[in-house]
């Protein structure tokens, strides 16, 4: 008897502990999408998903090219693309609220919960892609990225340079999503 509740028991923890991971997003991963994993086994990831290809300028980045949208009954969920001729998964950006870091982030949260835990997080404006700005949160190796406009930026900018960020930021502010890129 003692046996079989054991068993159970290991069971029970191995398989909440891979269902846990398939939504943790680190600084190489978004759930099981790796970066550096071939394209045709991260498409096989969302077998049950539609795909699409989409235009990387829409979400500033400069590198320009296409990407592969996945989507799950119209619920943007993440974008990832190649740069190289290696057919390897260079970047990914992830929509989806279910996934999230070690410490709680994830998209679609607001200002106001990500200052709760992590109070010191700055903004800034992408300069190529002005409509666009980013936190870069190192201790996840992560940015989160946030679409605005001139008249309705998400941090409040004595001016808009290379160098200027701020913590001053709108609480109610949502992160459109969460960006691992190769470095």
């Not at 978004?30 to 394209?39: A, E, F, R, S, T």
């Not at 109070?119 to 946030?146: A, G, M, R, Y």
Request: charged share 25%; with cysteine; proline share 2%.
């Amino acid at each position: 008897m003692k046996k079989k509740y054991l068993c159970f028991v290991l069971i029970t923890l191995i398989c909440c502990n891979s269902k846990k991971d398939a939504y943790l997003i680190s600084e190489n991963s978004v759930g099981l999408l790796k970066i550096g994993m071939n394209i045709n086994d991260a498409n096989k990831l969302f077998s049950d998903c539609k795909i699409e290809k989409v235009d990387l300028s829409i979400f500033g980045l400069d590198g320009g090219g296409s990407g592969i949208l996945i989507k799950r009954q119209n619920e943007k969920i993440v974008v990832f693309w190649t740069n190289s001729d290696k057919n390897k998964v260079d970047g990914i950006l992830c929509f989806s609220s279910k996934y999230h870091t070690k410490h709680g982030i994830k998209p679609k949260m607001t200002i106001g919960e990500l200052k709760k835990i992590l109070p010191k997080s700055t903004i800034q404006v992408n300069l190529i892609f002005p409509e666009h700005e980013f936190i870069i949160l190192e201790s996840e190796h992560v940015n989160l990225d946030f679409l605005s406009t001139e008249g309705n930026r998400i941090g409040k900018y004595k001016n808009i340079d290379p160098d200027e960020s701020t913590t001053e930021m709108k609480h109610n502010a949502r992160v459109n999503y969460i960006g691992l890129i190769v470095k």
